[in-house]
């Protein structure tokens, strides 16, 4: 799958994410605790997967962004810890806390997805112009 058609299959899966958000104001909570734990398990499917590809991306691209992944995974495994130290404790103070900081990783989170969106397009359009640019010198030849 070339890079570009990467892109648009990011954008359907934010597309999905969005509507998924939206219908979940209307779920009750044991159906919201349902969607997050099968939102959690893709989660994690799709981090061993990454990580799994870790080896081959590190290959084809730069250390950078290998070290990007690797730091992700971190916060991810960060996050999934403390949301599982956090689920035991049922003070309502301590429940309200929770919620503001899940909030704020959600944000974190968000705000990485387009920060890395940004990257990708950034490579892609550089990648569409190396590939011109090389055509170009073959044809020169």
Known sequence: ???????????????????NIER????????????????????????AELKG???VAKAK???WWGDVQEDWNQHIAKIRANVDD???????KHAEH????????????????????EEAEYAVLDAALARLD????VAAR
């Open 86 to 92: 956090r689920k035991a404790d049922l003070d309502v």
């Open 61 to 63: 691209a730069s250390t």
């Open 1 to 19: 799958m070339s890079a570009s058609e990467q892109l648009y299959k990011l954008a359907d899966r934010a597309k999905q994410s969005e509507e």
């Open 98 to 117: 929770r919620a503001d900081s899940a909030e704020d990783d959600a944000e974190a989170a968000v705000d990485f997805a387009y920060a890395a969106l």
């Open 24 to 47: 979940a104001k209307e779920k009750s909570q044991a159906d919201l605790r349902s969607q997050v734990q099968q939102a959690r398990q893709s989660s994690q499917q799709r981090a």
């Open 134 to 137: 090389a055509d170009e010198a």
């Open 53 to 55: 590809d870790a080896g």
